[in-house]
């Protein structure tokens, strides 16, 4: 599925491994060793094939954690601590300040301006 490769203009294999890193935080994990398990490589062998694309295993969970942290925060209303876990990070303020670096914003102030909290229900009874 294409939604799930965060890298589409991405050479092989950055692209497919892409969806591999974005499947597996799904579930939570954001570790090297069980993506490589995943794509039936071992970690060396993964990080000299990513490195022959110019990416590194770093860069391709940066842009996926950065893609899914943008669509539950504009999509859902799952706390931001949730979010956090769900990436793979072991504290809220880590990803806040990863989420600063990448958007120049926190999370809480993202959502104001362009999630959930933005949009305006229309009053009971309304038409």
Not at 31 to 41: E, K, S, V
Not at 60 to 69: D, F, G, K, M, Y
Request: hydrophobic share 40%; glycine share 8%.
């Amino acid at each position: 599925m294409t939604s799930d490769v965060v890298l589409v203009g991405a050479p092989e294999p950055a692209r497919s491994f892409s969806a591999v890193v974005s499947l597996r935080l799904l579930e939570g994990k954001s570790d090297i060793d069980g993506a490589a398990r995943m794509a039936g490589l071992s970690v060396q062998g993964l990080q000299r094939r990513l490195r022959s694309t110019g990416y590194t295993y770093k860069d391709i969970l940066e842009v996926a954690r950065r893609t899914r942290a943008v669509m539950l925060l504009t999509q859902t209303s799952v706390s931001i601590a949730e979010i956090a876990f769900s990436l793979g990070y072991d504290e809220q303020a880590n990803f806040t300040r990863a989420f600063n670096r990448w958007l120049g914003c926190s999370p809480s102030t993202f959502r104001v301006q362009y999630g959930i909290d933005s949009f305006v229900l229309p009053e009971a009874g309304a038409n």
